[in-house]
């Protein structure tokens, strides 16, 4: 059974023709600048192109009644704003249930954390590790991971790096560049927090998922949310802008846009942006993630060999026990890069068999029958256009993060790229909101 999303429906007519700040993306960032600007009685709309809001966050239930999260669902045990939000909407948060280290499956084998394989990929990680810890990287900017890799006599550690990097930045291994990889480590808080889940990055999560944040962000701001709207083009004068939308022309005084840079390219603008920010919006480009959920009655892995692995055959990816405290048991997967692209050619039923196939010699023939199955390829997404974050192509000096977001005109710039802590998670989007309201309160 594969069921389809409900997270937050907007509203699609009647759009005014003024306000004083239109937001553009129904996305975390966006909403949580949009509730802040209304909060101090400043009048505000926001324009999402989709047909539902979220942005990349999306939840959805489950044939047994739980919720899940399609897009964006964790909570570092670093990011007190997401923290702070889901507190202050009354959402529950839980913590991971993972051990000491995941498991490493290549087929049908299962490789011992003491393997020759994984023990000659520590001081691997260890160097990257120190070496993001420097601000000299530029001589490995046009270097892509693809090449630097490749120069590893070793199969399974070379592969080992191979999965990772793509699952934790969703890249094409041969158009991201070292340089930028590094950046990317520094900026995120070392490898060793993006990797762990209990005590880093992937800390915890919520039971009423990541959605439930933004249906109750969407119901404070009610009529002023409006979904299938997508911005044409913006018009610049000296008292503020014309956005002429899908549904209608309306005027303001100050534009947020939240969309990353390649999809806010979309828009055309008049006056032209400047050389630095359309030179941002061509060098870089979303990556490619595939994420998908089993759910069982019973996370009946947790007594056998448990379930958070790393799997390093074809298409390599990671697994995850997201399960609920109440149940019932949650697998997720994450495929990402081009291998998140191989799976677009099969029907849903073939992507679940072959998933969960890989995963029978480990956990029993159990994980082949789901209660139901819950899948999304982000890449395909005309509006999110990909995920987690837009990332710089090789040889560009845009793109590294945090993005610039000064203000240009009456536009101002947010989402999870730009932020100064935690680009690319949730708790980035929320700062980069956050801060956009300020600029234009202090503005107004």
Request: hydrophobic share 40%; net charge negative.
């Amino acid at each position: 059974m594969t069921t389809r999303a409900t997270t937050g429906q907007g509203l699609a007519s009647g759009l005014p023709t003024s306000t004083t700040v239109a937001v553009i993306g129904a996305g975390l960032a966006g909403l949580v600048a949009a509730r802040a600007l209304h909060r101090a009685g400043i009048d505000v709309i926001v324009l999402e192109a989709a047909d539902r809001i979220g942005g990349r966050v999306m939840s959805e239930t489950s044939a047994l009644g739980s919720r899940l999260d399609l897009g964006g669902q964790w909570i570092g045990h670093d990011h007190h704003r997401v923290a702070a939000l889901a507190a202050e909407l009354g959402a529950t948060p839980f913590a991971m249930h993972t051990p000491a280290l995941p498991g490493v499956i290549d087929g049908p084998s299962r490789l011992s954390a003491l393997s020759p394989s994984l023990l000659a990929a520590l001081p691997i990680l260890a160097t990257l590790d120190l070496l993001a810890r420097r601000k000299d990287t530029e001589r490995w900017n046009t270097t892509t991971l693809d090449s630097w890799l490749r120069k590893m006599p070793w199969r399974r550690p070379r592969r080992l790096l191979e999965v990772v990097a793509e699952v934790s930045w969703t890249a094409d291994l041969d158009r991201y560049s070292v340089h930028a990889m590094l950046r990317m480590i520094r900026s995120q808080g070392g490898l060793l927090n993006m990797l762990s889940t209990r005590g880093g990055a992937q800390d915890a999560l919520l039971t009423e998922g990541m959605g439930s944040l933004v249906d109750a962000l969407a119901t404070e701001l009610g009529t002023r949310v409006r979904s299938s709207c997508r911005v044409l083009s913006i018009s610049r004068d000296d008292q503020g802008a014309t956005l002429r939308t899908t549904t209608g022309e309306i005027r303001a005084a100050r534009v947020i846009i939240t969309a990353p840079p390649p999809t806010a390219a979309r828009i055309a603008h008049e006056p032209p942006l400047p050389p630095e920010r359309v030179a941002l919006e061509q060098n870089t480009c979303m990556g490619s993630v595939y994420k998908a959920v089993a759910v069982y009655e019973q996370p009946f892995w947790r007594t056998r060999n448990g379930g958070e692995f790393i799997l390093l055959d074809e298409p390599g990816g990671g697994v995850f026990d997201t399960t609920p405290p109440d149940g019932p048991g949650h697998l997720c997967l994450l495929v990402g890069g081009a291998a998140a692209r191989t799976l677009d050619t099969l029907e849903a039923g073939q992507r679940r068999e072959r998933l969960l196939g890989r995963l029978v010699p480990h956990l029993g023939p159990e994980v082949l029958a789901p209660a139901s199955w819950h899948e999304k390829s982000w890449h395909l997404d005309e509006h999110a256009g990909g995920g987690y974050i837009a990332l710089p192509l090789p040889g560009s000096s845009e793109g590294l993060p945090p993005v610039p977001a000064a203000p240009v005109a009456c536009l101002h710039w947010a989402g999870a790229e730009t932020a100064s802590e935690h680009p690319g998670y949730l708790d980035g989007a929320i700062e980069s909101g956050l801060r956009a309201a300020q600029e234009v309160i202090a503005e107004l």
